[in-house]
């Protein structure tokens, strides 16, 4: 017991207004940190079977745990009946997911005229110097920059991301998709509703799944997540 | 060694053949030797609209299939001795030939005259392939028409895959009052859609339909708006710069000519 007391905890629980974050220990073996884990969650104050829900985050530090390891860990939690497993945060990945990510969220210069019956897709975002002409198509995994004339189809988000967006000086697509919502063109005698710039616009899905197109100056504050802020250094005279 | 050009346009009906018969006749016009291969096999006419119908002896297949030498097959003009035809062949399909056969030919062609003009058949399979084969340089036809614009983007496309010099425009049966309307699409739209360079503008012209179906070129008509253009064309493709052709109606060239003078309309 006394071993027990001198030590640092494995697990540590704090409470916050949000619910419980689950401090592990990143230095012990992943068997101790799961037995210490149980026993922390069969002390009588963490027995939440009958209160109401508790929403956890847990915190690894740097470990690294696979797939496996995180459904274990899962199931060892989920045994509390009324607990949520909300977030598991570790400060490592592994070198295929870097990769992947930057991959995901490289932006691919392309200068060039996309042509009827051609289709060009990226991994990541597209920046493409030229048209898409009618019949054209472009798609990306992540967003899509026109600096020509859009008249063709784009897909942005191919991989579910609807949070991408299609940006085109010159905005007149057949077709538009975004994860997997899609827009046409209105046809001829069609009546539109909303107000088109068709210079520099953006097409963009909103909260109720539609997709939206606005000015380009409505992207910073619709998408702040596409600055690379630390790449970015504001000189003020 | 000459220059092998593909003439093509995706799109059937815009006026490959004429563009063909035409630039080549121009070409000849200005003393270069020129010849002309039909690669529309099943479908031939450029024999027709020159009026070499009843000279045909051996055609492209038969060349081919060296039933004949290609100096047999090629049919002389009747105005010109510089140009030539390799006809098509009307009773075989365009599998009865590869685009390797064609490199052959236009190549041994390409020895003995200034210019190969190859009319490519509609569509972009293998007769396309075929006629694309050999060529050095490519011309694009398009007429101001919105599906006609979308096929030779899609050719386009296809061309500046092939190993060859980026394709240059030709649009053909231009209507100026229709341009002027706003009512048919103007030249400039044409062209930034397509984002190639312009070789030339024809306006659509009555006689050149008479014409074709003379099997006489409109190219040998002095008079003749669409003559002019193709005139044009020809010196462009020899290298010469010639301003683009004014598309309004005769006042406006007055006017311009006076304005060129400094006389005030």
Redesign the interface.
């Known amino acids: 017991m006394t071993e027990k007391e001198t030590r640092p905890p494995r697990v540590t629980i704090k409470g916050t207004r949000d619910g419980l974050t689950f401090i592990l220990d990143d230095q012990c073996s992943y068997n101790e940190l799961l037995t210490e884990l149980h026993e922390k969650l069969s002390e009588e104050q963490y027995r939440l079977d009958h209160g109401p829900l508790v929403h956890v985050k847990l915190f690894l530090g740097k470990r690294y745990l696979d797939d496996q390891q995180i459904a274990d860990l899962k199931e060892q939690i989920s045994e509390r009946k009324n607990i949520v497993i909300d977030d598991i945060r570790s400060d490592v990945i592994t070198v295929e997911e870097a990769e992947n990510r930057r991959k995901d969220s490289r932006v691919t210069r392309l200068a060039k ?1 996309v ?4 289709v060009i897709e990226i991994r990541g975002d597209l920046l493409l110097l ?2 898409v ?4 198509t472009v798609r990306a995994t992540g967003n899509i920059f026109i600096l020509g004339a859009l ?1 063709g189809i784009a897909q942005a988000g191919i991989s579910g991301d609807d949070r991408s967006i299609i940006c085109a000086a010159t905005m007149q697509p057949s077709q538009l998709r975004i994860a997997d919502i899609l827009r046409r063109a209105p046809e001829k005698g069609e009546k539109v509703e909303e107000e088109r710039f068709e210079d520099l616009e953006c097409a963009y899905v909103n909260g109720q799944f539609e997709m939206v197109l606005d000015q380009l100056q409505r992207v910073a504050k619709l998408r702040p997540e596409l600055n690379d802020e630390w790449n970015v250094r504001t000189v003020d005279m | 060694m000459g220059e092998a050009i593909v003439i093509t346009s995706g799109k059937g009906g815009v006026g490959k053949t004429t563009t063909t018969v035409n630039i080549g006749t121009a070409l000849a016009l200005t003393g270069k030797s020129v010849a002309l291969v039909d690669t529309d096999i099943g479908l031939r006419n450029l024999d027709v609209v020159m009026g070499l119908e009843n000279r045909i002896i051996y055609d492209l297949v038969d060349v081919v299939e060296q039933q004949c030498k290609l100096s047999q097959a090629l049919i002389r003009d009747k105005r010109f001795d510089c140009l030539v035809l390799l006809p098509a062949a009307q009773t075989k399909d365009k599998a009865a030939i590869d685009p390797s056969d064609m490199e052959e030919i236009v190549e041994e062609l390409k020895r003995d005259y200034d210019y190969v003009l190859i009319d490519c058949p509609a569509g972009i399979e293998q007769g396309f392939k075929n006629a694309v084969a050999g060529a050095d340089q490519s011309i694009v036809v398009s007429t101001p028409e ?1 599906s006609a614009v ?2 030779a ?2 050719i ?2 296809l061309l ?1 895959q092939e190993d060859m010099d980026p394709p240059r425009l030709v649009v053909n049966r231009i209507r100026n009052h229709m341009m002027q309307n706003g009512d048919m699409l103007d030249v400039d739209e044409v062209v930034s ?3 190639i360079e312009l070789l030339g503008a024809v306006v659509d012209d009555d006689s050149v339909i008479k014409a074709a179906n003379d099997g006489q070129p409109i190219a040998m008509d002095p008079d003749s708006k669409a003559s002019i253009a193709y005139r044009n064309i020809a010196r462009r493709i020899n290298g010469e710069s010639v301003p683009l052709m004014n598309f309004d109606d005769d006042k406006g060239v007055l006017k311009k000519v006076k304005k060129f003078f400094g006389i005030r309309a």
């Open positions: 005229i042509r009827s019956g051609q030229g048209d002409n009618p019949g054209g008249r | 919105v979308r096929d983007d899609r386009v496309g500046e859609t397509l984002a």
